[in-house]
């Protein structure tokens, strides 16, 4: 089953309460404060990993929580740390806050891995809190909780090809012959109901990712169909292989299919609309086709259209080469800009604990040590 978005509950976690311990030994006649140091709660990071290709483990659970910290014991031994939880989602997974809306990451490629919910910090033992004036201090510090995150996972394929065109233009039987991909293939309209990758290859040395996108309809990026659900997977992919069947089945003409289809990707993103396009004239198998790729070229003057038949194969080779040749004139496309990007506004940058721990320690020794001054010069 392919699922694309998921929303999901990410929790750091607890961290350990601090220990409050005495030393009491046999022959040791002064004792004093060990307790030892609560361990940090884990974190819940999202790592991209090659091979994971759908959202589908976010829908069955809905709620990560990593381990807490264990509480510290006494003679001054530290409770064990949290295990980190680490989830699998594929490339190309964009990392949303639900409640602001804001992307926080980007998850290209693969083997990224961002922090999205950190680890409480486990709570000070007693032993932290010894001065020259409190020399036994009967308190600990709690751990602190971890951090809690609602995410909206949304996922956009990374492939090199994205094959468009209205339903029934042959995209998935195009697919099938250029790959091992082996998508339903029909006779009746919207038989492909998500995208689907194949991989094809020119030699040894020469491969293409393909994705597959359902078929699109006009106002599908107004909800119409299932367009406006699957035009965001080709968003990422270098060039736009545009399918026209040339013997439509509802009567229409190959130029009204191919206006139609410009002015979905136009009005869903003009960035969409401005990507590389091999316009590929398909079922040149069937009667009275020759003539309609002749009407379709006289109204797109100067464009190249690549006449082929995806059914008995004929033409697929110069498409494949063609194809080859304007990805490698075209960058892969860059990753979205995302919050965790922008050095100015990292919402999941937290303080460092060492140097918090630190001036939180300072302060309290400070105080005591005011608080001596004062006893000092009341005894005199």
Same mark, same amino acid.
């Given at each position: 089953?392919?699922?694309?978005?998921?929303?999901?509950?990410?929790?750091?976690?607890?961290?350990?309460n601090?220990?409050?311990?005495?030393?009491?030994?046999k022959? +040791?006649?002064?004792?004093?404060?060990?307790?030892?140091?609560?361990?940090?709660?884990?974190?819940?990071?999202?790592?991209?990993?090659?091979?994971?290709?759908?959202?589908?483990?976010?829908?069955?659970?809905?709620?990560w929580?990593?381990?807490?910290?264990?509480?510290?014991?006494?003679?001054?031994?530290?409770?064990?740390?949290?295990?980190?939880?680490?989830?699998?989602?594929?490339?190309?997974?964009?990392?949303?806050?639900?409640?602001?809306?804001?992307?926080?990451?980007? @998850?290209?490629?693969?083997?990224?891995?961002?922090?999205?919910?950190?680890?409480?910090?486990?709570?000070?033992?007693?032993?932290?809190?010894?001065?020259?004036?409190?020399?036994? *201090?009967?308190?600990?510090?709690?751990?602190?909780?971890?951090?809690?995150?609602?995410?909206? %996972?949304? @996922?956009?394929?990374?492939?090199?090809?994205g094959? +468009?065109?209205?339903?029934?233009?042959?995209? #998935?039987?195009?697919?099938?012959?250029?790959?091992?991909?082996?998508?339903k293939?029909?006779?009746?309209?919207?038989?492909? !109901?998500?995208?689907?990758?194949?991989?094809?290859?020119?030699?040894?040395?020469?491969r293409?990712?393909l994705?597959?996108?359902?078929? !699109?309809i006009?106002?599908?990026?107004?909800?119409?169909? @299932?367009?406006?659900?699957?035009?965001?997977?080709?968003?990422?992919?270098?060039?736009?292989?545009?399918l026209?069947?040339?013997v *439509?089945?509802?009567?229409?003409?190959?130029?009204? #299919?191919?206006?139609?289809?410009?002015?979905?990707?136009?009005?869903?993103?003009?960035?969409?609309?401005?990507?590389?396009?091999?316009?590929?004239?398909?079922?040149?198998? %069937?009667?009275?086709?020759?003539?309609?790729?002749?009407?379709?070229?006289?109204?797109?003057?100067?464009?190249?259209?690549l006449?082929? #038949?995806?059914?008995?194969?004929?033409? %697929?080779?110069? @498409?494949?080469?063609? +194809?080859?040749?304007?990805?490698?004139?075209?960058?892969?496309?860059? *990753?979205?800009?995302?919050?965790?990007?922008?050095?100015?506004?990292? *919402?999941?940058?937290?303080?460092?604990?060492?140097?918090q721990l630190?001036?939180?320690?300072?302060? +309290?020794k400070?105080?005591?040590?005011?608080?001596?001054?004062?006893?000092?010069?009341?005894?005199?």
């Open positions: 089953m392919f699922i694309d978005e998921a929303e999901i509950e990410v929790a750091g976690g607890d961290g350990g601090g220990c409050m311990s005495m030393r009491r030994e022959y +040791i006649p002064h004792g004093g404060p060990d307790g030892g140091d609560g361990g940090n709660g884990g974190s819940v990071y999202l790592q991209a990993v090659a091979g994971v290709d759908t959202l589908l483990d976010m829908v069955g659970r809905h709620h929580h990593a381990p807490s910290g264990e509480p510290g014991m006494g003679k001054k031994k530290d409770g064990k740390a949290g295990t980190d939880l680490i989830i699998r989602v594929p490339p190309g997974t964009l990392v949303y806050d639900r409640d602001t809306g804001v992307l926080l990451a980007d @998850l290209v490629p693969a083997g990224r891995k961002v922090l999205v919910a950190k680890g409480g910090r486990g709570g000070r033992g007693n032993t932290h809190f010894t001065t020259s004036v409190r020399q036994a *201090p009967e308190f600990a510090e709690p751990g602190k909780p971890g951090q809690v995150r609602q995410l909206k %996972l949304q @996922l956009r394929l990374i492939a090199d090809v094959l +468009i065109g209205l339903p029934n233009a042959g995209k #998935s039987t195009l697919l099938s012959r250029l790959s091992a991909a082996r998508p293939v029909a006779d009746y309209p919207f038989t492909t !109901l998500s995208p689907q990758l194949g991989i094809a290859e020119l030699d040894a040395e020469r293409l990712v994705a597959d996108i359902p078929g !699109l006009a106002g599908a990026h107004r909800g119409a169909g @299932l367009g406006q659900d699957f035009l965001r997977h080709i968003e990422r992919t270098r060039v736009l292989v545009h026209i069947d040339m *439509p089945l509802d009567g229409s003409t190959p130029v009204k #299919s191919y206006e139609i289809i410009r002015a979905e990707l136009a009005a869903y993103s003009p960035k969409l609309a401005d990507k590389p396009e091999i316009l590929v004239a398909n079922k040149m198998d %069937l009667t009275g086709a020759s003539e309609q790729l002749a009407q379709l070229r006289a109204a797109l003057p100067g464009q190249t259209i006449a082929l #038949s995806a059914a008995t194969g004929t033409g %697929l080779r110069p @498409l494949l080469e063609a +194809i080859w040749q304007l990805v490698q004139s075209v960058p892969p496309a860059e *990753p979205f800009a995302a919050a965790m990007d922008t050095p100015a506004n990292l *919402p999941l940058e937290t303080p460092d604990d060492d140097a630190a001036m939180e320690i300072a302060a +309290i400070a105080d005591d040590q005011r608080k001596g001054r004062y006893y000092k010069k009341s005894l005199e």
